[in-house]
């Protein structure tokens, strides 16, 4: 009867560190994830700005011509 216990006191125990190690790797990969996505996004970011700029240099120099 202890012996049943123990026993199964040891796999509740492994069952919980495994659950535990389980949830640390897939919360490590989201994190990985997460990173990749928002430097994704500051690359796409960037380049609007760019764009941004862009489209305000020749907005005024058609402004320019046009005042003249």
């Given amino acids: 009867m202890i012996l049943t216990i123990v026993i199964q006191s040891i796999l509740f125990s492994i069952g919980l560190f495994k659950i535990y190690t389980d949830v640390q790797v897939k919360l490590s990969e ?9 430097k994704q996004d500051d690359e796409i970011y960037m380049k609007l700005d760019k764009i941004m700029d862009k489209l305000t240099q020749i907005e005024i120099s058609l402004n320019n011509k046009a005042d003249r």
């Fill in 30 to 38: 989201l994190e990985i994830r997460l990173k990749s996505v928002e």
